[in-house]
Structure formats: structure tokens, C-alpha cells
């Protein structure tokens, strides 16, 4: 079997390609991303998925390669990433609170030997609950979000402030769409199951 490589620095991500039995390495993309405004969310997410994973090339070139990438997009129809902060990840959720918004999460494989790539994304829609500012504050420093788009954590304590999720695949929703993967993977001759 080639080699697989994932290039990410996400715990969440590493521990969903870990459910698919896969033997895979784990590298830092070499790539900064950037989130432009401009460009259509779907298509944001699939270039930055493409662009981690071809900045490892030079490093394997005979492997596959899978990158991933997510952002959201709030109710006023802003882009948003990772809030880094705690200030951030409260202000982020109180913008949130009590309306709907949609994750678009891109995903790759690409062949680094013959420099081809598949990209795709999936989206998935939560709607969180009406929540007070002291709610969201007790929220962000129990469950320290401020590494993931959206500032919370689904598969944690996140779970609490929603009131509707809906999706085809909620491992989109945590940053590594698997349903897509795995069909991406069997194109390339990776077997799941």
C-alpha cells in the first residue's frame, strides 16, 4: 500500500483518520493559510485542502497525501476560522448564539508522485441555543475552543450549546469529512474496508 501521509497539526483530525484502521504518517503542513474573504466558502476550503497537502510533496513524493481544511460561515454571511483567543472565541459565540450557521470543510488526496489531486468538501449546519454571555464564558474556559473554527468543540462540551444540527456526515462538522474520504481514497486504490 502507498504511503499516507495526513498534513495537519489538528489533534481532532488526526483522531478521526485514526477510526478508518489506516496506517498513515502525520506532518505540519508547510503551507500558510489565509482566509479571503472574496472567494466562495466551498471553493475557499478546497484550495487550502489542495495547498496543505501539495506542501508536502518535496518531503514524500510517493504518497498520498490528505489535507484538510474548515471554516464557517456566520449569519451574516461572514467567513470565519479559529478565533485563537479566549476573548475571540467568547466574542465569536456570542455573535453565534441563538442563530444558524453552516461548516464547509475541504478535503484532499493528493498523489504526490504523479502530482494529481481529488478535492471535495461537505457542509454541516448547527443552530445554537440562545445563551448568555456568563454561559458562554464559563463555556470557552471549560472547553478551551479557541483552536477550532466556530470556538467550540462538538465532539466536548460543545454538544451543550446547540439546539440543531443537521448533515450528511457529522465528521465534517469536526474537520475531517470521512464519508468523502474514504470514497476518495478507494479511487486511489486505498481500501477501508
Same mark, same amino acid.
Given at each position: 500500500?502507498?504511503? @499516507?501521509?495526513? +498534513?495537519?497539526? &489538528?489533534?481532532?483530525?488526526?483522531? @478521526?483518520?485514526?477510526?478508518?484502521? @489506516?496506517? *498513515?504518517?502525520?506532518?505540519? =503542513?508547510?503551507?500558510?493559510?489565509?482566509?479571503?474573504? #472574496?472567494?466562495?466558502? #466551498?471553493?475557499?476550503?478546497?484550495?487550502?485542502?489542495?495547498?496543505?497537502?501539495? +506542501?508536502?510533496?518535496?518531503?514524500? =513524493?510517493?504518497?498520498?497525501?490528505?489535507?484538510?481544511?474548515?471554516?464557517?460561515? !456566520?449569519?451574516?454571511?461572514?467567513?470565519?476560522?479559529?478565533?485563537?483567543?479566549?476573548?475571540?472565541? /467568547? #466574542?465569536? @459565540?456570542?455573535?453565534?448564539? %441563538?442563530? +444558524?450557521?453552516?461548516?464547509? &470543510? %475541504?478535503?484532499?488526496?493528493?498523489?504526490?508522485?504523479?502530482?494529481?489531486?481529488?478535492?471535495?468538501?461537505?457542509?454541516?449546519?448547527?443552530?445554537?441555543?440562545?445563551?448568555?454571555? /456568563?454561559?458562554?464564558?464559563?463555556? $470557552?474556559?471549560?472547553?478551551?475552543? $479557541? !483552536?477550532?473554527? %466556530? &470556538? *467550540?468543540?462538538? #465532539?466536548?462540551?460543545?454538544?451543550?450549546?446547540?439546539?440543531?444540527?443537521?448533515?450528511?456526515?457529522?465528521?465534517?462538522?469536526?474537520?475531517?469529512?470521512?464519508?468523502?474520504?474514504? !470514497?476518495?481514497?478507494?479511487?486511489? %486504490?486505498?481500501?477501508?474496508?
Amino acid at each position: 500500500m502507498r504511503t @499516507l501521509v495526513l +498534513s495537519s497539526t &489538528s489533534p481532532y483530525r488526526l483522531q @478521526l483518520l485514526r477510526q478508518l484502521g @489506516l496506517s *498513515f504518517h502525520v506532518a505540519a =503542513p508547510l503551507y500558510t493559510e489565509r482566509i479571503d474573504q #472574496e472567494v466562495a466558502p #466551498e471553493l475557499l476550503v478546497k484550495h487550502l485542502a489542495l495547498n496543505k497537502a501539495r +506542501s508536502l510533496r518535496e518531503h514524500y =513524493p510517493d504518497a498520498l497525501i490528505i489535507g484538510a481544511d474548515q471554516v464557517f460561515v !456566520d449569519a451574516r454571511g461572514h467567513i470565519l476560522g479559529k478565533a485563537g483567543t479566549f476573548e475571540k472565541a /467568547e #466574542e465569536q @459565540l456570542r455573535a453565534m448564539a %441563538g442563530r +444558524s450557521h453552516v461548516f464547509f &470543510s %475541504g478535503v484532499c488526496v493528493y498523489d504526490s508522485a504523479r502530482d494529481s489531486a481529488l478535492t471535495d468538501y461537505d457542509t454541516y449546519a448547527v443552530t445554537l441555543k440562545n445563551l448568555s454571555a /456568563e454561559q458562554i464564558h464559563r463555556y $470557552v474556559r471549560r472547553d478551551n475552543p $479557541v !483552536d477550532c473554527a %466556530g &470556538s *467550540f468543540k462538538i #465532539e466536548g462540551l460543545g454538544i451543550a450549546l446547540m439546539e440543531k444540527m443537521e448533515g450528511a456526515d457529522y465528521t465534517s462538522l469536526i474537520g475531517l469529512p470521512l464519508i468523502k474520504l474514504t !470514497d476518495m481514497l478507494g479511487r486511489f %486504490g486505498v481500501e477501508v474496508l
